[in-house]
């Protein structure tokens, strides 16, 4: 198994950045893929980034704003999160998947971690 845990989500003004970290542990070497998505309250959670290799693909909503990396020594998933805005909002959930995942659907990923929450105001 692999265990994820989120950290880095704070509550910042518009326009204003944040860096996410996603630490992965357990079966490391199984992971191929990993992704950011974000759940607002009332809403279905989307997917926002996702890293393969070096292979990313960003929703078309943070395209520009928003940098997805992973350190593969440390196992680390990182988002750098530039020019929030309040529509940004939301929890933030890491997942990491065996396979080498080429969209954003949930369905593709198997471990996820508890979630980070991002507050942009106004």
């Known amino acids: 198994q692999v265990q994820l845990v989120e950290s880095g989500g704070a509550s910042v003004q518009s326009g204003g950045s944040l860096r996410l970290s996603c630490a992965a542990s357990?079966?490391?070497?199984?992971?191929?893929?990993m992704a950011w998505f974000r759940q607002a309250p009332g809403q279905e959670r989307e997917g926002v980034a996702r890293?393969?290799?070096?292979?990313?693909i960003y929703a078309d909503s943070v395209k520009g704003r928003f940098t997805i990396s992973r350190d593969n020594t440390k196992h680390t998933l990182f988002f750098q999160m530039n020019s929030l805005k309040p529509e940004d909002t939301a929890m933030y959930y890491c997942?990491?998947?065996?396979?080498?995942?080429?969209?954003?659907?949930?369905?593709?990923?198997?471990?996820w971690g508890q979630g980070t929450q991002v507050t942009v105001s106004s």
């Open positions: 890293i393969s290799g070096q292979n990313t």
């Open positions: 997942a990491a998947d065996p396979i080498w995942a080429r969209s954003l659907q949930p369905s593709l990923y198997r471990y």
């Open positions: 357990g079966y490391t070497s199984s992971i191929a893929s």
